[in-house]
Nanobody, 119 residues
Framework: QVQLVESGGGLVQAGGSLRLSCAVS????????MGWFRQAPGKEREFTAS????????SYADSVKGRFTISKDNAKNTVYLQMNSLKPEDTAVYYC????????????WGQGTQVTVSS
């Protein structure tokens, strides 16, 4: 199995920045891609960003393109989501996820971390 633990959420003013971290442990050799998803109150969970576990092949939702950056520290087995120019509509619980495939299905999920952007 693979374990994912997110951290780095919090309260920030609009225009500010946060960096989310996702510590990955367990059978990481199974992983092909990593993703970040978010779920705002009363809304469905939505894709935010993804990258290949080996690096590269990044993809972003249109709503965050140019503001968010997904990256990975191989030595620490940690995936990051750098969020800049935050907007109130970015307020959500952010989840890290891992996939053993290359499609849109993710097999492993973290517990989530709350991000609140005040106006």
């Amino acid at each position: 199995q693979v374990q994912l633990v997110e951290s780095g959420g919090g309260l920030v003013q609009a225009g500010g920045s946060l960096r989310l971290s996702c510590a990955v442990s367990g059978r990481t050799l199974r992983l092909n891609q990593m993703g970040w998803f978010r779920q705002a109150p009363g809304k469905e969970r939505e894709f935010t960003a993804s990258m290949a576990w080996s690096g590269g092949l990044t993809s972003y939702a249109d709503s965050v393109k140019g503001r968010f950056t997904i990256s990975k520290d191989n030595a620490k087995n940690t995936v990051y989501l750098q969020m800049n120019s935050l907007k109130p509509e970015d307020t959500a619980v952010y989840y890290c996820a891992g996939s053993v495939g290359w499609d849109s299905r993710y097999d492993f999920w973290g517990q989530g971390t709350q991000v609140t952007v005040s106006s």
